[in-house]
């Protein structure tokens, strides 16, 4: 292939441009070899004429196809230079906002300069697993690929980040480090990250400084290494600075500042806390104002400073220890501002002892002021004979101040830095690490010096170790493919590295130089001119004798000399170390002592110690005599030589970081800038070494795929290997065989050669094209000449015809035309005649009757002017008298619109809102009914008030005629006057009291007349009230009933939506906590196993008989029955109860079951509200009467209430008697043996007394009962008297006011019972007064009495009301009936006999259904009763049984035993009875060892049906100890499977399907009536008689929560690696190729070399199992939906997501074959009938994007289509899709920005999330539906292979 073959006509080249570095031109005319000129056409239509040098015939480089712009690797374009990788990368930043582009090994970073939505935790996940070249590029990609090589190679790993100052490095390793954080799973979650960015604000405080370039530059390097466990978890980090600019501390250029922390200190130096320091504004210090302006535009160092202290405090740094620190900065300033007086001699200088400077920097530092005084002027000299003191010049003090600044702060670094060491330090051992390197890039300013020099031999130093490992990574790649390779020519830097470090180099130089007492800079400079003048990577500069050239890899640097030595001594004299080692406070001597005791470095490798060094990178320094002997530069020289050998033992990863702009704009590229940098960081030297070999590379499949067109037919057809096929075809087209290689798997080109085969392509569709367009032109043509010609002789037959056709037309229309002349001339004359004649005659008319009509006329209107004239005076006189009598009316109408506008005003005030009208008129009409049901209701009382006083005078009169015989009966026996005295002053009081209620009566029945009167004047005010207001409300009504309605139905819908939501995320909220649980209690188990093997391997092994196990018998209450707080409490708990039951603790269980109890209940409060709001607006009367029935309710479950308590009261103590007599009997037994009957009698004669004693205590408990529930009726009614009868004047019983308590009231009762029952003498009744409190007793029993009429009354109005009810359905069933006979009387005979069968049926069906309704509940009561008796029974027998010694006793036994035996012979009612030791058994056959294949051919679910048959039967022996064990073993046996089994998904689903089944039976059987609607007669026999387990229902439902996640999560498991390679890249329509852009390439190391591709039959057929697995099993259809719309939704995000991060999937193609593969999910839906279950819909964003990569992308229609079609997507999904599109071939077009800005401005009004990816994790609520049973218990079978023939069918 020739040149000129190359550079023809319309090809398109690059040529250089002096502002954007290359532009782009097409060549106009052919190339020929020796053209001096190229002929190019600019893109702005210019020509240009390129000069070509005939001797270097260097041709301007070519442009690549426009198919590959855009590429994510830089190494896939076909022709490698500067221009295509500057231009791809401009593409891909500035049109399709990609920041991320590969370059081979490397991943260059631009930096945006704003925040980007692709950092987010589910970018995380979607690239975590993934391989490098899967996915586009991104800085979570080298991550991910660093982390999989450090799991799977078990090798340490580096990521090193390189560029400018400002290009993005610390947020680029920022992002490494959160994406190990996530991926690692530290135990702390993100802590080590937390802390590591904790540090950050103080590193760049101490460490960062504004430049020219950056305001913020980092003037070291750091290496952080992230440790990590076996099981690749975050442990620990480790930081390591590299090359502190010191030298900023006391010089910095223009523009310039110091470090950040000088500024900052010195902006809050008016704190209170800082007035020590003595510090003012940064101007007024030396070491900070050297560089001119001290602030920087935008940033506020109060602020920064703010933050620098917090960030210590977070790090552990003390208070003390900050001041500290902040006082050594302050020194450090002060000793810039100390000032030098020199002497006469000019040999030496002094200070002055008044200097404020000085003071402060010796107060701050804690030293004495004199030494340094001294030892600041003056140096040590020690010889081998004696020691002098020697003066320094002012310029020597002020190198050495300068070096002691440095030294400080250098030292105060390192403080620093260690200390954030220790807070990341951890003692757990070490197995991996991965190391981020954050450091500069190589540097270049105008006036370059020592720091520049080091920099940029580190550069040289990274980048030799870049370029080896480049050209390893390219030999390991042709080894592994079998091709021949040769040494590939790179640019090897090892010559300039040697000019730097090698012996004699420039830094042997300097360290002589600086080992000469008198060493200059100038000679220094000198020495490198001669040594090194004739290296070709050293030169001198032509106008300088002080500065030298070194020519780097990426640019010629010039250094001067200026300095060197001095920054490379370092010289800091010992007598200034001794003076502040000797400070008084301890940190500032902790500095200096710390150089006496330097930390070994440990090695790098997989042999490390367990622990992470905690020291600087700079290797430590020993003190000599007079100076420090190791140099900056040799300090430098090892701490990089170790940096090398920490990357070399490990595996880098590359990430450059590119700075678009030095303004900082958002996506703006400066191609100066950019190329700059690119030469500099080494991406051009990566694309020159790719280009030097073999860069594009294609798989035998797609090449086969691509370039199939360039094959002839007879090679396409043959059926051979695509190698050779793939090889014919090369031959043929490229006849050099340099230019191509063919691997083992791939196909190996050299650069240009893919442009070329894509040339030869588009040649072959150009000319293909062509031939096309000409058959199609020329077929196209011919048909429209067969048209015309064919139309035009059909033109002329018509035409022809047409004339023939008029022209006999025309002949017969003149003839006919000479007829009609005739005629008509005829008519004419004869219509002319006629006509004169008839205007003669109608003249003549006319003229005779206007004479008449003249003199008619006259004669009448002198009539009529008579009758005007007498009706018009009399309308004057009629005018006059209306004018009167409409000023008298208007006069009127002014007075009374007056009076209206006041009535008028007044009314609209009271009637301003209708609403309060509407329940103002509905409160009246309500309190007219009630105030006439309150007459009503007096009257009654009145009435019942009266005979009660009758029947209490009557009682009273017995009570005294009673007490009269008692009293003369104790006047015969004593005559004793006193005490019949007293008892008469009794009877007198008595007497008086029965007045003074006479008076109440009184009063009580005037206030009764009175308040009626008033109530009668009241109710009549109210009715014409009420009728005026009627009329308003009818008016009011009709206007608003319309308005009212709509709104409370759309209120009634809002709500409902709202509960709906409210409570689906609650349930979800409720399952995540669910799911922590789980996952809290599986890391427990793991803990828990791991402490185990600990102890086992530690210490003694336990037996396996004090080993736990997941089948104790701990109770759940043993911790959770009181809530537990903290977790110090809990911890606290678990160790007193024990590890094992803590394991088995419900408390979070429980918490929850009362949460979502709660929710219901407000959900059911909700919906009761909308009901009453709904009835009260249609029926208010309806709510009265509920109120009244919710009254007698809540007095009845008070009275159950008191009634339960005292019951169980009573039975407590029935049962202390029945112990007490047993044990009297015992007694007796054991001292009368012989006598075994008469202790029987003995025994039955105690429990016939026991009995009556029982029998006497529950009347009088029912008593006490009653008057409870009487009392607490009467308080309420009297509450609700004083609600209602609030404004009314009260006239009530003295009595009545005091409060009396119930129990006094029950107690007085007590006391007047037991004072009729005694018989005792009246001395003893009436001691202490306890007639009188027998007389308060009667009082409140009258009360009390009154109370129970009220209730009896009461009661009976509900009678009546009921039987008004029956009446009425009496009537209505009369009134069916009557209607059925008068349709029967319209049938025929047979149709009668027939209809009346039917109605006789139905009749006697219904009485049927009732009889055994009743028959099953006496059948229930008979049971009950029955199993009480039986209970009873036992208890007697077991009692015998232990007493017996007597034959009898055996004999009844025996009799026992044969009652025993004969039930057992009773037919099988569903329960299986096992004793308490086989529990375990049951666990284990049923559930631990069971297999589903086991139980596959028997009823699904049968464990579940044999576990409630159980449970039954325990329910039925009223042992709640088994039912409470039974169940707390089978839950935790299926947790045990479940745990055993976390990725078999017929198991979870098998006990899943069990789990719901025996939730689903004990709702069935629970007894509650709206669980058993459906349940049949013979169903609701087996119900729970004894116990409510509605809280193990709970635990099951939240269990079967937990194993429907893990479910789930089995699935996804199965399906996520299937689904990118079914639904994306799989070609399920074949034909479709081409979908993969040229060049692509898996990049990734870690990729395996086996075929992981999936078909989407591969989908579906695990749907399939999925499905028939769950389906067999039982599973509820309910739930098999969710799991598979929760499945669809993962394949959906899944696919999604890989399509917004994957740029070669979209395209039109990849857009066909998405829509094809999701109609056939869409199909496998419908044919499963699982199209009602949602999971379609969750196809709908996948479905979108497909669509969207087939529609139009180019007008303003088509960005509106897209914007109405993609609802289901986001604004950042649509735009994302749009800059991804790729095209397949050059016939189609781009996606344009201005397209995409349109489609952008068109979706601002969408208030989308910010998110990009969708969460696949994401999870729906999960409901588990009642599904009751058609089975009943007996009908069960449980086969033998079960091995549960322990249990007994009871």
């Known amino acids: 292939m020739s040149v000129a073959e190359l550079y023809t006509k319309y090809t398109r080249v690059w040529i250089p441009d002096p502002e954007d570095v290359w532009k782009s031109a097409e060549i106009i005319k052919d190339y020929k070899e020796g053209d001096k000129t190229l002929q190019l056409k600019l893109e702005d239509e210019t020509i240009q004429e390129y000069p070509i040098d005939p001797k270097a015939n260097k041709l301007p480089f070519l442009r690549n196809p426009d198919i590959l712009v855009g590429e994510n690797d830089l190494t896939a374009l076909s022709y490698l230079h500067e221009p295509a990788v500057l231009h791809n990368l401009k593409i891909r930043f500035l049109e399709s906002n990609h920041i991320y582009t590969y370059c081979g090994i490397v991943l260059v970073a631009i930096n945006p300069y704003e925040q980007l939505p692709i950092y987010g935790q589910d970018v995380i996940y979607a690239y975590s697993g993934q391989n490098m070249g899967d996915m586009d590029p991104h800085i979570f990609a080298v991550a991910e690929e660093a982390y999989k090589q450090m799991a799977r190679d078990e090798k340490n790993q580096s990521i090193i980040v390189s560029g400018e100052s400002g290009a993005g490095k610390t947020v680029s390793a920022k992002y490494a480090m959160r994406f190990f954080a996530s991926v690692g799973g530290s135990s702390s979650e993100t802590n080590i990250e937390e802390k590591v960015l904790a540090s950050s604000p103080i590193m760049e405080a101490i460490g960062n400084a504004k430049t020219t370039r950056n305001d913020n530059s980092s003037r070291f390097g750091k290496y952080i ?137 010796c107060r701050l530092l804690g030293v004495e002021h004199t030494q340094m005084e001294h030892w600041l002027c003056h140096r040590k000299l020690v010889t081998t004979s004696e020691t002098y003191i020697k003066n320094m010049s002012v310029q020597q003090v002020v190198n050495a101040r300068n070096a002691l600044a440095k030294h400080i702060y250098a030292q105060l670094f390192n403080w620093i830095v260690q200390h954030i060491n220790k807070a990341l330090y951890t003692t757990v051992k070490q197995h991996s690490f991965i190391g981020v390197l954050d450091i500069y890039g190589f540097e270049t300013f105008e006036v370059n010096s020592f720091e520049q020099f080091c920099i940029n031999y580190a550069n040289e130093k990274l980048q030799q170790q870049f370029n080896s490992h480049v050209f390893k990574l390219e030999q390991e790649e042709y080894m592994k493919e079998q091709i021949p390779w040769t040494l590939i020519d790179f640019y090897d830097n090892q010559p300039c590295i040697d000019l730097i470090e090698a012996k004699l180099g420039i830094l042997d130089l300097l360290d002589e130089e600086c080992k000469v007492p008198k060493g200059t800079d100038q000679n220094w400079a000198q020495k490198l001119y001669d040594r090194h003048g004739s290296s070709q990577h050293f030169q001198k500069p032509r106008m300088s004798n002080i500065s030298f050239i070194v020519v780097h890899f990426a640019d010629k640097v010039e250094y001067q000399c200026d300095g060197f030595l001095e920054k490379n001594r370092d010289t800091v004299y010992e007598e200034q170390i001794n003076i502040l080692k000797a400070s008084k406070y301890p940190m500032v001597a902790d500095l200096f002592h710390d150089e006496k005791d330097p930390v070994p470095a440990a090695p790098a490798g997989k042999g490390a110690s367990s622990k992470i060094n905690i020291r600087s990178a700079r290797p430590t320094m020993k003190a000599a005599n007079k100076e420090h002997k190791k140099t900056v530069g040799h300090q430098f020289r090892n701490s990089l030589h170790l940096l090398m050998e920490t990357l070399n033992a490990t595996t880098p990863h590359y990430v450059r970081c590119i700075k678009p702009n030095d303004e900082k704009l958002p996506f703006s ?194 009539h009529k002017a008579t009758v005007i004239q007498k009706h018009a005076r009399a309308w004057l006189a009629r005018k006059r008298f209306a004018r009167f009598r409409s000023a008298a009316v208007v006069v009127q109408c002014y007075f009374r619109r007056m009076k209206a506008k006041r009535e008028l005003k007044t009314l609209k005030i009271e009637a301003r809102s209708a609403e309060h009208l509407k329940r103002l008129n509905i409160g009246m009409e309500n309190k007219v009914v009630q105030l006439q049901r309150k007459v009503d209701e ?161 210490g003694h092994r336990r037996n396996p008989s004090n080993q736990s196990s997941l089948e104790s018998d701990s109770n759940y209450p043993s911790i959770s029955t009181s809530e537990i707080g903290d977790t110090e409490d809990a911890i606290q708990q678990v160790e007193e109860v024990g590890v094992e039951k803590a394991a088995m603790d419900m408390t979070l269980f429980l918490k929850l079951q009362k949460r979502v109890r709660e929710l219901e209940q407000e959900r059911k409060k909700l919906q009761s509200q909308l009901e009453k709001k709904d009835s009260e607006s249609k ?88 008057l409870r529930t009487q009392i607490i009726k009467a308080a309420q009614q009297k509450d609700a008297g004083r609600n209602m009868e609030s404004n009314n004047i009260q006239t009530v019983w003295p009595n009545s006011d005091k409060h009396v308590d119930p129990e006094d009231a029950i107690e007085a009762y007590h006391g007047v019972c037991q004072t009729n029952r005694k018989t005792e003498d009246w001395g003893y009744l009436n001691e202490d007064g306890e007639l009188g409190l027998a007389y308060q007793g009667l009082k409140q029993v009258a009360r009390l009495l009154e109370a129970q009429l009220q209730e009896q009354k009461r009661n009976h109005e509900e009678e009546l009301e009921k039987l008004e009810e029956e009446m009425q359905a009496l009537r209505g069933e009369m009134e069916k009936q009557q209607e059925a006979f008068y349709q029967t009387l319209q049938l025929s005979p047979e149709a009668q006999v027939e209809f009346g069968i039917q109605q006789e049926i139905t009749r006697l069906t219904n009485e049927n259904l009732d009889l055994k309704e009743l028959l099953e509940k006496l059948e229930k009561n008979e049971r009950k009763l029955k199993k009480q008796l039986r209970i009873y029974m036992k208890k007697v027998q077991d009692y015998e049984t232990d007493q017996a010694v007597i034959q009898t006793e055996k004999q009844q036994h025996e009799l026992s035993r044969q009652v025993t035996v004969q039930r057992k012979e009773k037919d099988f009612q569903g329960m299986l009875e096992y004793f308490k030791e086989d529990e375990q058994f049951i666990i284990k056959n049923l559930i631990t060892d069971l297999k589903p294949q086991t139980v596959s051919a028997t009823v699904p679910c049968l464990p579940a049906y044999i576990l409630y048959m159980c449970i039954r039967h325990a329910d039925y022996i009223n042992d709640d100890h088994k039912v409470h064990s039974l169940l707390t073993s089978t839950i935790n046996g299926i947790k045990k499977v479940l745990k055993k089994h976390n990725d078999d998904f017929e198991m979870t689903s098998f006990w899943l399907a069990n789990t719901c089944r025996l939730l689903h039976c004990l709702k069935q059987y629970s007894g509650d009536a709206g669980f058993m609607t459906q349940n049949t007669a013979k169903q609701n026999e087996h119900c729970l008689i004894n116990f409510d387990l509605t809280e193990y229902r709970q635990v099951l439902s939240d269990l ?170 986001t604004m950042q999904q649509i735009v994302k899709i749009l800059n991804l599109y790729t095209p397949v071939n050059e016939f189609e077009e781009r996606v344009t920005v201005a397209f995409i800005r349109n489609v952008q401005a068109l979706l601002q009004e969408r208030n989308d999330p910010p998110q990009l990816l969708l969460d696949f994790k994401f999870m729906f609520p999960v409901l588990f539906p009642f599904s009751p049973s058609s089975l009943t218990m007996d009908s069960i079978h449980i086969p033998a292979s079960l091995g549960l023939d322990f249990l007994m069918k009871v």
């Not at 009957?1237 to 408990?1261: C, F, G, P």
């Not at 709908?1740 to 007008?1755: G, M, R």
Request: with cysteine; glycine share 4%; hydrophobic share 35%.
């Open 225 to 361: 290494q992230i440790g990590f466990d076996k099981r690749y978890r975050i442990i620990g980090a480790n930081m390591r600075t590299y090359l502190l600019e010191k030298s900023r501390v006391v010089f910095q250029a223009e523009d310039e500042r110091n470090y950040h922390i000088f500024y900052q200190l010195c902006a809050s130096a008016g704190l209170p806390e800082f007035k020590d320091l003595s510090l003012t504004c940064a101007e007024d210090f030396f070491y900070t104002s050297l560089g001119g302006d001290t602030s920087i535009e935008g940033v506020d160092d109060a602020e920064d400073f703010e933050r620098t202290r917090n960030a210590f405090t977070l790090l552990g740094v003390k208070d003390s220890h900050q001041m500290t620190i902040f006082k050594i900065l302050a020194a450090i300033l002060h000793l810039g501002n100390v000032g030098l007086q020199a002497e006469r001699d000019g040999e030496s200088c002094s200070l002055s002892k008044q200097d404020e400077h000085l003071h402060n920097f």
């Open 669 to 862: 590229f400066d191609p100066k800038r950019a190329v700059q940098q690119l030469r500099a960081c080494g991406v051009l030297e990566t694309i020159r070494i790719s280009a030097a070999g073999y860069p594009s590379r294609w798989t035998y499949h797609d090449f086969m795929n691509r370039y199939r067109v360039l094959m002839k037919k007879r090679d396409v057809s043959k059926k051979e290997d695509k190698k050779v096929a793939c090889k014919t075809l090369l031959e043929s087209l490229i006849k050099d065989p340099d230019k191509f290689q063919f691997g083992r798997t791939k196909i190996f080109f050299r650069a240009g050669q893919v442009a070329y085969l894509e040339k030869l392509r588009a040649d072959k569709f150009r000319a293909a094209t062509i031939m096309i367009q000409k058959t199609v032109r020329g077929w196209f043509q011919r048909m429209i000449y067969r048209r015309m010609r064919e139309s035009a002789i059909r033109i002329q037959r018509h035409a022809r015809g047409f004339l023939a056709r008029r022209l006999a037309a025309r002949l017969r229309q003149t003839k006919a035309a000479i007829v009609f002349q005739k005629q008509y001339r005829m008519v004419e004359v004869r219509r002319a005649y006629l006509a004169i004649l008839k205007a003669v005659i109608t003249i003549q008319a006319f003229t005779r009757g206007m004479f008449v009509r003249r003199s008619y006329q006259k004669m009448l209107m002198e």
């Open 938 to 1098: 007096q009257n009654k009382e009145y009435k019942l008030l009266n005979e009660q006083l009758s029947t209490v005078t009557s009682t009273y009169s017995v009570e005294i005629s009673k007490l009269q015989k008692e009293l003369q009966r104790y006047q015969q026996k004593n005559e004793d006057e006193n005490q019949i005295t007293n008892l008469q002053e009794e009877i007198d009081t008595l007497r008086l009291a029965l007045e003074k209620a006479h008076g109440e009566r009184k009063i009580v029945e005037d206030t009764y007349t009175k308040e009626k009167d008033v109530l009668q004047k009241r109710i009549s005010d109210l009715e014409e009230e009420n009728v005026l207001l009627k009329q308003e409300k009818e008016n009011l009504n009709n206007k608003i009933l319309c308005q009212t309605e709509d709104e409370i139905s759309q209120n009634a819908v809002e709500e409902n939506l709202l509960m709906k939501k409210e409570l689906n995320e609650e349930r979800t909220r409720y399952q995540n906590l669910v799911k922590e649980y789980s996952s809290l209690e599986q890391r427990y188990d793991n803990l828990r196993d791991e402490m185990t093997i600990i102890k086992q391997t530690s």
């Open 1179 to 1266: 029926k208010s009367q309806v709510i009265e009467t509920k109120n009244e029935m919710d009254l007698d309710r809540d007095t009845d479950l008070a009275y159950n209430s008191l009634k339960r308590q005292e019951l169980e009261s009573e039975n407590k103590k029935l049962k202390n008697d029945l112990n007490e007599l047993r044990k009297a009997v015992v007694d007796r037994v054991a001292q009368n043996n012989n006598c075994s009957h008469d202790i029987y009698d003995s025994y039955s004669l105690l429990l016939n007394q026991l009995k009556s004693a029982n029998e006497e205590l529950e009347v009088r408990k029912e008593e006490v009962l009653i």
């Open 1600 to 1769: 079967s929560i937990q194993i429907y996640q893990q479910l789930i999560k089995i699935a996804e498991g199965v399906l996520q690696p299937m689904i990118v390679t079914a639904v994306l890249e799989n070609e399920s329509i074949q034909s479709l190729s081409g979908i993969k852009p040229m060049g692509y390439r898996k990049r990734s190391s870690s990729m395996e070399n086996t075929d992981n591709s999936y078909t989407l039959e591969a989908i579906i057929h695990q749907l399939n199992t999925f499905h028939s697995t769950m389906y067999d099993q039982g599973l509820d259809p309910e739930i098999i939906q969710q799991v598979v719309k929760q499945l669809f939704y993962m394949i959906n995000a899944v696919a999604l997501n890989n399509l917004l991060l994957r740029k070669d999937v979209c395209s039109w193609s990849t857009g066909m074959q998405l829509r094809f593969n999701i109609s056939q999910l869409e199909e496998w839906l419908r044919g499963k009938n699982l199209h009602q279950s949602g999971a379609a819909k969750t196809l709908e964003p996948l479905i979108q994007a497909a669509q969207l990569l087939q529609l139009k992308k180019k007008t303003s229609e088509d960005a509106e289509a897209i914007c109405s079609l993609c609802t289901s997507l």
